[in-house]
């Protein structure tokens, strides 16, 4: 169980992926502002923050999402 994390829609491109349970206050080099898609696996849900550090605006997702355009 885990998330990955697309650079491009319909989980394309270059992307990283979480096991569940792991917390990270930054995304990997050279996908910051990157992500566009997100596939989760097993009962995973991801919280999302616009900055670094797990700061500003967050989002949660409780199931994939194709197209991050689409959630706002």
Do not use: H, K, Q, W
């Not at 849900?45 to 500003?56: K, P, T």
């Not at 967050?58 to 199931?63: G, H």
Request: hydrophobic content about 35%.
């Amino acid at each position: 169980a885990g998330a990955c994390f697309y650079e491009d829609i319909n989980y394309g491109g270059r992307y990283f992926c979480a096991p569940l349970g792991e917390e990270s206050g930054r995304v990997p080099r050279g996908t910051n502002d990157e992500i566009s898609s997100i596939r989760l696996f097993g009962f995973a849900e991801v919280v999302v923050f616009r900055a670094d550090d797990m700061r500003g605006d967050s989002r949660r997702f409780t199931s994939s999402i194709r197209d991050l355009r689409d959630a706002g």
